[in-house]
């Protein structure tokens, strides 16, 4: 599906944002991707819709090379941005306007999220407030089922009700064929909806893997001094920890402490997930 | 939903599916929502109710008929008591235990207080 040999990428000479990135992602999935703030998340995004082009290394998604932004690659991909810029029409004109663009575009998910968004459909977007705007744009986004979507932070600007029924939408929208890349740093707003999850940092990617493998490799919970764990954070509910699940332990996986732990002893993740 | 921080979400899915069965809204020989079905209901991955599926499977509470679905087992409501029988004997007595030890009540305290409680 998506796969990145060494590819580097800098926007100033000798500054680069992606270092020698090496990613390997399988259909079917929803991935998140995790970073602090400007660690090259967005820019990640960019090199593989081909809105940047890498200055080294080999970039494949889906057997194209996004910078030659063949039409068939265009017509299997669709990038929400973080920042959504609409044209000043009704959403019903806009998606007589977007849609011809995709050959998988669904119109019964499109009904659905203008639905459960609830959508004014007759109002032009450049009336709309920013988290209405941002609902327009998810819905062309989710309708567009594209087999590839990337979304740029997608929760930011949304009222509570409206993460959750963004979450119902993803869920019910996407197909087996198909993966979501999700970057954010909101990571409870996802935490129930993503299967993967990327961390990238310091240019790279340091953990890319589904949680049911991070669960089996580690455990997440409160610790006693006995217990052997290499992060830790205190919480009002006691200390947490992150260790080597040695003993088939099933506990839930945090995307906090994980982000935490992987950031914070990348050597020691590396280890245990290469064992 | 809301999910608790001390379970896997899968686990907590699955709790609720056996609850539902306990409660008779699943019944016996017949099927239960889609994978997609729950999944959009609970706001998680579909891959997620996937994992609770197969575990339901193997502990024999529900069965795949290929192409159609999952059912719920004949025997289901059994199977879940027995798991949460266990569950509770392995799980839950020792912490129970060791707050009694903690806080020195005694053996006769608890049934006492179990005595009342059967009785209210």
Known sequence: MIQLKEVSFAYKRNTPVLDK???????????????????????????????????????RVMGYVPK????????????????????????VEYGRMYAPFFPDFRKDIWDTCIESFEIETDRRMSKMSLGQRKK???????????????????????????????????????????????STHQVRDLESLIDSVLIMERRRILLNS???????????????????????EQTPMGTMGVGENVLNEETPVSLELLFQAVTQQPKEINRIFTR | MNYTNNQSIFLQI?????????????????????????AVEMEVNPNTVMRSFERLQANEIIYNKRGLGYFVSPSAGEEIRKM????????ILPTVFKEMQLLGVSVEDLSKAYERYINK
């Open chain 1, 21 to 59: 990135l090496n990613l390997k992602m399988t259909p079917g999935h929803i991935y998140g991707l995790l970073g602090k703030n400007g660690e090259g998340k967005t820019t990640l995004l960019h090199v593989l819709c081909g809105l940047l082009f890498p200055q080294q290394g080999d970039c």
């Open chain 1, 68 to 91: 030659e932004r063949a039409v068939g690659f265009l017509q299997q991909i669709y990038l929400l941005p973080e920042e959504v810029s609409l044209p000043d029409v009704t959403i």
């Open chain 1, 136 to 182: 327009a744009a998810i819905t062309l986004a989710l309708a567009a089922h594209t087999p590839l979507l990337l979304m740029d932070e997608p929760t930011n600007g949304l009222d509570i009700p409206s993460k959750a029924v963004f979450r119902r939408l993803v869920a019910s929208s996407m197909n087996d064929e198909q993966t979501v890349i999700i």
């Open chain 1, 210 to 232: 589904s949680l049911d493998e991070v669960s089996k490799r580690l455990f997440f919970r409160p610790v006693t001094a006995d217990d052997n764990v290499f992060y830790t």
């Open chain 2, 14 to 38: 699955a709790d609720r599916i056996c609850d539902r069965i306990l409660s008779g809204e699943y019944k016996a020989d017949e099927r239960i929502p889609s994978v997609r079905e729950l």
């Open chain 2, 84 to 91: 949460r029988y266990t569950q509770f004997v392995e799980e």
